[in-house]
């Protein structure tokens, strides 16, 4: 399926609404394996997108994940920041040439590896970056893949990140920003995209 401006914009106001009420709930879970701020980080980032989009309607969908993509870098502190707005600005630079959905997600999951420079099973968001664009792909996403995917952090040790400093201790914790990337591919689905 192709993604829209339309849905886009619709994609992102229901992840704002969902990361601002569950900013406690996710900066919770950074406190046992982190610093306690991916909530707060993510709900800066919500309140910059949320302006960003009202303050001028993008043209198009490129400039909607161009605009999405910088209000996250500039105001989110934290790796979290950094890598969400590359997620996104590589979505932006891809949807020049596609708009296909599983390849443009297929591109922010690349620049966020590129960045981040982790792969699965390191207790990060690729762990669910990368089973939803396996499963876009084969055209069977469904929030049974990302909940799944999401729990699959739980039994995992971090090995990048803020979370491997405390080494075998990260082992029964949710991964904080595994949680929100399964918020961000819920809303996705809720908006009707998948
Ligand atoms: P910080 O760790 O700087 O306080 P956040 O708490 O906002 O930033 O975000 C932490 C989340 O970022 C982690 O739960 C993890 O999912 C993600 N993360 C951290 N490092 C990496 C990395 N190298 N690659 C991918 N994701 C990462
Ligand atoms: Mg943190
Ligand atoms: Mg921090």
Redesign the pocket.
Known sequence: MTLTLEDTLKWLHGFDATVTAQKAYLSEL?TPI??G??GN??ARGAAAIEDALGKQEPADLTAALKTIAMALVSK??????A?YGTAFLEMAKASRETQEVADLLAAGLAG?QK????TTGEK???DVWAPVVAAAKAGNLTTQVIDDAVQATKPMKAT????SYVGDNSIGHL????VS?GYLFSEMLKAGVT
């Open positions: 950074d982190g610093d701020d991916h980080n993510l989110v502190g934290g790796a979290s920041g890598l966020l960045r981040g420079g982790a990060t968001m690729i990048k990140g803020r979370a991964d904080p920003g595994s990337s």
